[in-house]
């Protein structure tokens, strides 16, 4: 058996990624899901729509690694020079495929849509090569095997790619002769350093899991990797270690790898089968695009009230005039009434509110910028919390909705009805 680490070389390819307009994320969920296989990415790189330029970066990459996987330039248009280019680096004709033809009617004929001329491109692919479906998109993949590697050549739209490597990519895969596995425990509301302190022992990365953190907006996430020769043992290696980690962060691990708050929090209402409204003033809305970005948040949020401008907090969250003349919109009183009249008002068992200020502009000596109340009416009565952010507005808007939701959480955690 062959006991050589199977390599892999990623090659991005766009005007668009080498320009900075777009961000190249496909290359990094590539790795990521290459190193679980135990196949270790080696070399990056990034290619603009140019024929030539994507023959060379081919014909070098096959030569550097078992495995070279390619996203972008396999649309309809002029600038995508993916298939072109391959054929030439494997020095054949475009031949039109049959079945792919099938299959891009048969797409087209679903939506209603006619095949144009510039669509035939896509059913032409390199003498040879293997295509690969894509049920998301009409880019039809492909594969060749190319100098010593496998080539595959995958559509630049990150749901397309990412479907199409799962499906078509993954099962051709020889798995290399160690894994990688990785995993992430998530927390909000504590410090770096506290974590790194609860942690340090395991973060020294002198055993076999290496330990480390990284931060966005508050949420602190403990990503731990190990690399071993079987899967199932290096798999419980890590499981322990998440496990301890676990232990020693308590109630403020909110989830693990994709869980997010607002994914957290929907759970925990599932589960109770409660609802919940959001009243918002500087978040703006974010808390409920949130919630409203998971399909089936419907059976328990009930829905959201911007309340930016003063008398909107008075006309459709009930809060007292007086209140606002005499504590200012940004206080602990207002955010409290927001959270109670948004969950009389809507009907919720439970209700978030957020007030403050997100800046840059905006703030005084008495309410500084990042200063936000936080808000939560629940079946229990109302808390609310004073929250000092720092950052852009972008964060601070980002950490109190995130505060928000924590709050909710843990009052869920706590109240168990
Ligand atoms: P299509 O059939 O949709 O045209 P394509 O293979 O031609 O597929 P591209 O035109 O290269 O794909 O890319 C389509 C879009 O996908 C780009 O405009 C960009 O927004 C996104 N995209 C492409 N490559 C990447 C990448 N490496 N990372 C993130 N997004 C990407
Ligand atoms: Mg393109």
Redesign the pocket.
Known sequence: MDQRTQTAAIL???D??ISGQ??????AFLARRLAERGIRTTYHETVGDDGSAIVDALVRTAGLADVVIV???????AD?R?RHALAKALGVELELDASYREHLEAFFRQRGRPLSEANRIQMMLPAGAIPLANRM???CGMSARLARADVFCL????H?MRTMFDEQVLPRLTAGESVIVHRAVHTFGCAESDVGAALSDLMTNSGPVQVGTTVSAGVISVRITAQGEAPEQTRGLVDQTADEVRQRLGSAVFGQDEDTLAAVVGRQLLERDQTLSTAESCTGGLIGKMLTDLSGSSAYYRGGVIAYANDVKVSHLAVPEELLAEHGAVSAPVAVAMAEGARQRMVSDWAVSTTGIAGPTGGTAAKPVGLVFVGLAGPNGTDVAERRLVGSREIVRLRASRAALNALRLAMRDVRT
């Open positions: 991005a390819i766009g668009e990624l777009c961000v190249d994320t496909n290359s996203s972008g330039g396999l649309g309809p248009t995508d993916t998109g009409t880019a559509p630049g739209v990150p397309e």
